[in-house]
Every structure is written in C-alpha cells, then in structure tokens.
C-alpha cells in the first residue's frame, strides 16, 4: 500500500510541474505571437512613410488620331 500512495503522490508531483511547464510556454508562445504582429505592422507603417508611392501612369491622347495615318507611318 505504500508503494502505490507513493507512486500516486509522485506521478502528481510530475503532473504539476508538466502543467506549470505548459502554462508558462503558453505565455510565451502568446507573448512572441504578439511580438510578430507588433513588428509587421510596425514594418509595414515604416514601409509606407519610407517608399514613395508610384507615379501616376501618363494619360492616354485625347486627340484624335485617324487609323490611315498610323497605317501610313508603320510603312
């Protein structure tokens, strides 16, 4: 009887300290998630005020330009 009240009182022993381990990488892994979504959006705030942004693309002609005329100029 004593063997298995001591093997009872071990394997909790063993529980807690496996629970407590777990419990506190949780905190950690929770703590590093946030630490990555705080540094992307800081990189992402940091991008946008360095890049530029791109120029606008030219605007089209708006003058006519009749199709025998570009026909001729390609020949």
């Known amino acids: 009887m004593f063997m298995a009240t001591l093997v009872a009182v071990v394997s909790l022993v063993v529980a807690l300290v496996a629970l407590a381990l777990v ?14 979504w705080q540094l992307r959006y800081d990189h992402g ?17 708006s003058s006519f330009v009749p199709l025998g005329s570009v026909k001729r100029s390609r020949s």
């Open 23 to 36: 419990r506190r990488q949780g905190r950690r892994i929770a703590e590093l998630t946030d630490m990555y």
């Open 45 to 61: 705030e940091l991008k946008s005020t360095v890049t530029p942004p791109a120029p606008d693309p030219p605007a089209p002609p």
